[in-house]
């Protein structure tokens, strides 16, 4: 067993195992050795009988987690030449296979989704039992803002939302409230924030069987105990939209569809994500669309697998580097993309990204089944 991290905070009560993430200063993101004491503990608890359900939380409301430590890549990255750093690769070929482990483990999973939870923070909350958001949640899958791609699984999981709504959050990297992840199935349940201390002393009360049959009890407690409901969000009035626009396989037609409407009662979306998409990558949007539509077809091993290949693409490439330094390190909100328009995209680029690193046999994630 590792070293247990400082930054997780383990106990158990009354058969409830909890683990609290506790590096507030930096949102909880997730370092090498905290994704190590994650998977030691549920490994130690998974078969272990004092406990019955496990409970992801954090030590405090400003979020769950905010995903990775992009400063982390970016120094990893500068260690060794591109896409080869040992820390890099040990990092996402653990942090993948804990977000396997999370998505078959044995016993009721449930993730407090309070404040911020991106990135790797959706990759360790959305395959669980039950998702829990609050009045405070900010959902997001932004990897592509650093040149990046939904990855954690979140290739698979938003290819999985209605219509495409996943496709939208995917390549735009927008953030989201409860009631938009509740209704693009990304959540289970809305509590309060002054309500999570009740939630979490009947917990173990709505342990139940099956996934589904715990998100039923949940919500009906919820609907019982809880009269404050999430402020609407606006995926329900603008999913026809989002899914008339987002149907395409080409991230050049989505926004010439964005920059022609003349709807007015979509203007002002359409107009707005596009200037949104035009901070983004442009390869990296049209790598995360296609690899969105491949996982559509996949198990989640798979996907994982197809998403461990990509990360090492990413890097080989350099566009994550560059979007870490334009928008953490120095700031300057200036990324250099490469190609720099969507329109220099290529097929063949695009491809190459999908192009095996390995031999099936030799693959990191080879044993997720």
């Not at 407690?221 to 404050?228: K, Q």
Request: aromatic content about 8%; glycine content about 6%; charged content about 20%.
């Amino acid at each position: 067993m590792t070293a247990h991290d400082p930054h997780i905070l383990t106990r158990i009560e009354h058969a409830v195992g909890f683990i609290t993430l506790n590096r507030p200063g930096a949102l909880n993101a997730l370092s090498l050795p905290m994704i190590r004491t994650l998977r030691d503990t549920l490994d130690a608890w998974a078969n272990d009988p004092a406990v019955q359900v496990v409970v992801l939380d954090t030590s405090s409301d400003k979020g769950l987690c905010a995903g990775g430590d992009i400063r982390f890549f970016h120094e990893a990255a500068h260690s060794t030449p591109r896409g080869t750093s040992p820390l890099l690769e040990d990092f996402f070929t653990e942090e993948y296979a804990l977000n396997h482990l999370i998505a078959h483990y044995p016993k009721p999973y449930v993730a407090m989704m309070v404040g911020v939870t991106m990135g790797g923070g959706m990759g360790i909350a959305e395959t669980g039992w039950l998702r829990v958001v609050s009045e405070n949640s900010k959902i997001a899958m932004p990897e592509v803002n650093i040149g990046l791609f939904p990855d954690v699984g979140g290739t698979w999981f938003l290819a999985r939302a209605p219509g495409e709504l996943g496709t939208y959050l995917g390549v735009t990297g927008e953030v989201i409230g409860a009631a938009d992840t509740l209704h693009c199935g990304m959540a289970d349940v809305f509590v309060p924030l002054a309500e999570r201390p009740r939630f979490l002393k009947a917990i173990r009360s709505l342990h139940a069987a099956s996934r589904a049959d715990m998100a039923q009890k949940a919500r009906q407690y919820c609907a019982r105990e809880f009269t404050l409901r999430p402020t609407p969000g606006q995926f329900m009035t603008l999913r026809p939209y989002i899914d008339e626009v987002f149907a395409s396989s080409s991230i050049a037609e989505i926004m010439e569809a964005l920059d022609t409407e003349t709807r007015p009662e979509f203007i002002e979306f359409a107009q707005k994500t596009r200037a949104t998409m035009l901070k983004r990558s442009p390869l990296l949007m049209q790598v995360s669309l296609s690899a969105m539509r491949r996982a559509k077809h996949m198990s989640l091993a798979d996907a994982l697998r197809m998403e461990r290949n990509l990360v090492r693409r990413t890097f080989e490439h350099g566009e994550v580097v560059e979007g870490v330094r334009a928008l953490v390190i120095d700031k300057d909100n200036r990324p250099a993309w490469t190609p720099p328009i969507i329109e220099a995209v290529t097929d063949a680029m695009v491809e190459r990204f999908f192009e095996p690193c390995w031999p099936a046999r030799m693959h990191p994630l080879r044993e997720l089944n």
